[in-house]
């Protein structure tokens, strides 16, 4: 079976500062996403890529770059951290229209 | 206003003890996921299920699309069953535009 792999598991960040996110997946997989999860709100979709070197912005994307150099990763960078900002990003992949499959998340706090 | 509403928003059951959860949704979409988040953050898709009953061991989705409303049904509960279970709809063919709920926290206790 494949896994997908976030990295940091958590990440601290100061007011202003740009912040990158990274996502690795072994399932050769076409498609990537970002996710965020805040407390008391559904998962919002950040970007996606149907394929290398494609972006596609999803209903989040103001505040966010994204990157898909290769097949198998897709970054997420944090153009400037709000001050007091918690959440968690998920990276998803999938081949299926219908089977996402998650990474464990990046719990990202600003201080 | 929220467009996919999960209840209860939390359950804590004895272990054995059975479960529902309910989504309802007021989106015209018409693809039901439902997903369990794992204590440490990971989602796992359970079901895909646009329209009526499907079962994978102790879990069983229904889905009746002209009431807007899904279920999952957990039998006999289990520990390893604890956390957070999350409906999504979405269209057809195209994932980018899921719309979640908030999800059911539960907890099994021996």
């Known amino acids: 079976g494949g896994i997908i792999t976030q990295t940091p598991k958590f990440l601290i960040g100061q007011e202003g500062q740009k912040l990158t996110l990274k996502c690795q997946q072994n399932?050769?997989?076409?498609?990537m996403y970002w996710y965020r999860q805040d407390s008391g709100k559904g998962l919002r979709l950040i970007y996606y890529?149907?394929?290398?070197?494609?972006?596609q912005k999803g209903d989040l994307s103001e505040g966010y770059d994204a990157s898909r150099e290769k097949k198998s990763s897709f970054s997420l960078t944090v153009t400037s951290a709000q001050k007091n900002e918690m959440a968690v990003f998920l990276c998803?992949?999938?081949?299926?229209?219908?089977?996402?499959?998650f990474g464990a998340g990046t719990r990202l706090s600003v201080l | 206003g929220q467009q996919v509403q999960q209840s209860p928003a939390s359950l804590v059951l004895q272990e054995g003890e059975n479960a529902e959860l309910q989504c309802n949704f007021s989106?015209?979409?018409?693809?039901m996921q439902w997903f369990y988040q794992r204590p440490e953050g990971s989602l796992v898709s359970l079901f895909y299920?646009?329209?009526?009953?499907k079962q994978s061991g102790r879990l069983t989705s229904t889905t009746v699309i002209k009431e807007r409303r899904s279920s999952l049904h957990i039998s006999s509960s289990q520990i390893t069953d604890s956390g957070t279970y999350l409906c999504?709809?979405?269209?057809?063919?195209?994932?980018?535009?899921?719309?979640w709920g908030l999800g059911t926290s539960l907890v099994v206790n021996p």
């Open positions: 399932f050769n997989h076409d498609t």
């Open positions: 299920n646009p329209s009526g009953t």
């Open positions: 998803a992949s999938s081949i299926l229209w219908h089977t996402l499959y």
């Open positions: 890529s149907i394929t290398e070197n494609d972006l």
């Open positions: 999504a709809m979405g269209n057809v063919g195209d994932n980018s535009k899921l719309i």
């Open positions: 989106t015209s979409l018409n693809s």
